[in-house]
Nanobody, 127 residues
Framework: QVQLVESGGGLVQAGGSLRLSCVAS????????MGWFRQAPGKEREFVSG????????EYADSVKGRFTISRDNAKNTVILQMTSLKPEDTAVYYC????????????????????WGQGTQVTVSS
């Protein structure tokens, strides 16, 4: 069974930075696309960023493009989301997710396309 554990969330002032980590167990992340989503209170879970198994393709939501960077370290079975220039509207629970099938040729952008999820880590940005 694939398990994903997020860490790195916290409280930060607007303009600050946070680095989220997602460590996988039960299966290597090598060969599998990975994604980050977030969910604010009263809102639907939304795509933030994703990275292809090869690492060569990354995708971002328009709202975070230019501020967030996703990366992966297959040797450490870890995916990183580096967040800079944080805004109050970035406040949410952030979830790491991965897919069931390996070697997908595209980066999924909807929650239903991901089969494994972490428990989430809270990010709060104060104004």
């Amino acid at each position: 069974q694939v398990q994903l554990v997020e860490s790195g969330g916290g409280l930060v002032q607007a303009g600050g930075s946070l680095r989220l980590s997602c460590v996988a167990s039960g299966r290597t992340i090598s060969g599998y696309n990975m994604g980050w989503f977030r969910q604010a209170p009263g809102k639907e879970r939304e795509f933030v960023s994703g990275i292809k198994w090869s690492g060569g393709i990354t995708e971002y939501a328009d709202s975070v493009k230019g501020r967030f960077t996703i990366s992966r370290d297959n040797a450490k079975n870890t995916v990183i989301l580096q967040m800079t220039s944080l805004k109050p509207e970035d406040t949410a629970v952030y979830y790491c997710a991965t897919v069931l099938r390996n070697f997908l040729m595209f980066v999924p952008r909807t929650p239903g396309q991901y089969q494994y999820w972490g428990q989430g880590t809270q990010v709060t940005v104060s104004s």
